[in-house]
């Protein structure tokens, strides 16, 4: 009764309000991922724990620093748990670029389907392509769209780099002229699966 309030010691004593015992269980599925690893972790590994990830389609992709290693499967899992539109965990295990010169990357399996070919929405459009074989960078989303928005119908854009078109078919969408190309012969395939699948006009 101490820690009550004088004005809820009044209405308990003019019986305007009651108290009862009430048992309420939360369960795991009450947690969210960081209340749950923020309290599985050691306190000493707590400086800057891993909760930023990128998701691409179905695949949640973490870049887990060295300490955290020793617990990337729990982290994985609780991850997986928590997002349920994601089905596939992987960590980066070196830089982009490192062994292609595709600006691919090595990454390890760390829970859920072995599955990268991904369905991605952006700018009303959608793409599909395998995600271990080309270069997506999700958190362009913005930049895409600024530079996007910057084109005018009937304008003329060269794309040189295109990846799987996250410029290049946007602007085709808007009735601006794209010409539009990229190296990697997985990116170049997923680009023209993009111009068909949203409908955007080619020329060969």
Known sequence: LSTWSPTLQKLVENKDVGLFP????LNYDYWTYHDIISSILPEEEQDELPTGFSVVGHVAHLNLREQYLPYKGLI???LLD???????????IDDVGTTSVYRTFN???LVGDLD???EV?????LFRFDYSK?????????????LVDMFEKGEAVCDVMAGVGPFAVPAGK???FVWANDLNPDSYASLKDAVKRNKVEMQH
């Open 116 to 118: 990268m070919n991904v």
């Open 121 to 125: 929405r952006e700018a009303d459009c």
């Open 76 to 78: 994985a899992t609780v």
């Open 82 to 92: 928590k997002n349920p539109s994601v089905r596939t965990v992987i960590n980066k």
């Open 107 to 109: 990454y390890e399996l």
């Open 174 to 176: 808007k009735k601006v």
């Open 22 to 25: 009430y048992e309420l269980e």
């Open 134 to 146: 080309v270069y997506w960078n999700s958190r362009l989303n913005t930049e895409h769209r600024r």
